[in-house]
């Protein structure tokens, strides 16, 4: 009898860590401007490790691959990203996600949450490198705006569109992940935009730099990243 009763506890307790290790938040990878789904791969491998099936992580491809300077926040960049928001939280068996997002890609998902009025399903949003607050290169809108990336939908210093989504919630925790030697955020010479570094986010929780420059901040945080939506 004590064995029988062993062997159901154990059965039991196998059954509900295996539930618990399958039922977590979708997680939607959203890569930066002209970049692509395979520059998550340090991050989709590690939830894959972590116990994540493959049908749980969406990698929406968005954009053009060759005109940066072409791609802003308005338009068909944004029809990838929001139907992967959309699918992932309507096939979520905790009916919410996590959103990880890099550079352009983090403003790009910001809006799409905000448009789609999915904030509340959304548990946690790690934005990395983004330009929050803008990029200095672009200017202050309306001068020295030459592009649709630093346009009034783009990523100028007090752009419409960046004043618009400064200050609105897109998580129930939100978190940004930044450099001080970053490439293309700090390429003006300064990472901060009226005083606060420009890939910190409105009413986050918390932040943390690293010194692995743009690109390097995407792939080598992935520990933290996937840390951070647990």
């Known amino acids: 009898m004590k064995r029988l009763k062993l062997l159901v506890f154990i059965g039991t307790f196998a059954c509900c860590g295996f539930l618990h290790a399958i039922c977590a938040d979708n997680v939607v990878l959203v890569h930066g401007n002209t970049g692509d789904a395979n520059d998550w791969d340090n991050t989709y491998n590690r939830l894959l490790n972590d116990g994540y099936a493959a049908s749980q992580i969406f990698r929406p491809e968005w954009g053009s691959k060759s005109c940066a300077a072409c791609n802003d926040h308005s338009g068909s960049e944004e029809t990838p990203v929001r139907n992967a928001i959309s699918n992932a939280i309507a096939q979520s068996?905790?009916?919410?996600?996590?959103?990880?997002?890099?550079?352009?890609?983090?403003?790009?998902?910001?809006?799409?949450?905000?448009?789609?009025?999915?904030?509340?399903?959304?548990?946690?949003?790690?934005?990395?490198?983004?330009?929050?607050?803008?990029?200095?290169?672009?200017?202050?809108?309306?001068?020295?705006?030459?592009?649709?990336?630093?346009?009034?939908?783009?990523?100028?210093?007090?752009?419409?569109?960046?004043?618009?989504?400064?200050?609105?919630?897109?998580?129930?925790?939100?978190?940004?992940?930044?450099?001080?030697?970053?490439?293309?955020?700090?390429?003006?010479?300064?990472?901060?935009?009226y005083g606060v570094h420009s890939s910190r986010i409105s009413n986050e929780n918390a932040s943390f730099s690293y010194n692995y420059g743009h690109f390097g901040l995407q792939l080598y945080t992935d520990q933290k990243q996937v840390e951070l939506i647990q």
């Open 93 to 193: 068996c905790t009916g919410k996600i996590d959103v990880i997002a890099h550079s352009m890609g983090v403003t790009l998902a910001a809006k799409q949450i905000i448009d789609l009025a999915q904030a509340s399903n959304v548990d946690a949003f790690v934005g990395i490198a983004g330009a929050y607050r803008g990029l200095l290169t672009c200017g202050v809108y309306p001068f020295n705006v030459l592009t649709p990336t630093c346009g009034r939908n783009g990523l100028s210093v007090s752009s419409p569109f960046l004043d618009w989504l400064y200050g609105r919630t897109v998580a129930t925790r939100t978190y940004s992940i930044k450099s001080w030697v970053d490439q293309v955020v700090c390429a003006a010479g300064s990472c901060l935009v």
